[in-house]
């Protein structure tokens, strides 16, 4: 069954709207998440690690008051993209790290911005 | 993190082994090598990893030479759903378990 849920996992939206994905961990409690970012025919690149209680740590040239993290719970981090445009279209994606070390996928979510 | 390096693409006849490669020539004593694949619009899928013993499990094995310089994933008998992009990456135990992926290969399995 799937350890990771990601909501919703398709999403259109008006240009200069804010949109809030959802990374629930399933299985076990997870004080780290990270979130991807996939453009067509791309591979993914890492946006940033989310951390339980303390703030995200962005990869370079992430914007953070762009992109802004909030990983309230043990199985919940979010990821809103604030005041979205074309250029934000992506495929986005969460990852939960299990037991034994390896990254567990969200199914992603696909930001379509008109 | 080891850098690593893969074909961008590879054919494979279905209900053949497919032997995807992987070159890692930097990686250090304590990083493990890590198969991911993606199948088309969705999150990637875990594989397989190991540090330097050969590794099996349900879905594939995983061989890794003696120099641990390159690794090649095994699928015993490819179908044609496992059409994907397949990535290799070296990660150390010691990190915060954040994986950087490279390009992949694409797989194309034909009937």
């Known amino acids: 069954g799937a350890v990771v849920s990601q909501h919703p996992s398709w999403v259109i939206c008006k240009s200069g709207t804010s949109v809030k994905i959802e990374c629930r961990s399933l299985d076990f409690q997870a004080t780290t998440m990270f979130w991807y970012r996939q453009f067509p025919k791309q591979s993914l690149m890492l946006m940033a690690t989310s951390n339980e209680g303390s703030k995200a740590t962005y990869e370079q040239g992430v914007e953070k008051d762009k992109f802004l993290i909030n990983h309230a719970s043990l199985t919940l981090s979010t990821l809103t993209v604030t005041s979205a445009h074309p250029e934000d279209s992506s495929f986005y994606i969460c990852?939960?790290?299990?037991?034994?070390?390896?990254?567990?996928f969200g199914e992603g979510s696909r930001l379509t911005v008109l | 993190d080891a850098k690593t390096t893969q074909p961008p693409s590879m054919d494979c006849a279905e209900g053949r082994a497919a032997n995807l490669p992987c070159n890692h020539s930097?990686?250090?004593?304590?990083?493990?090598v890590y198969w991911y694949r993606q199948i088309h619009s969705q999150g990637p899928q875990y594989i397989i990893h190991?540090?330097?013993n050969n590794e099996t499990n349900e879905m594939a094995s995983l061989i890794i030479t003696e120099d641990r310089k390159s690794s090649t994933l095994i699928l015993p008998h490819a179908t044609l759903r496992d059409t994907a992009v397949y990535y290799c990456i070296g990660r150390g135990s010691g990190n915060t378990g954040k994986l950087i992926f490279g390009q992949g290969t694409t797989l194309q399995v034909k009937p």
């Open positions: 190991g540090l330097k």
């Open positions: 930097t990686i250090s004593g304590n990083e493990y």
């Open positions: 990852s939960v790290r299990g037991r034994t070390g390896e990254l567990f």
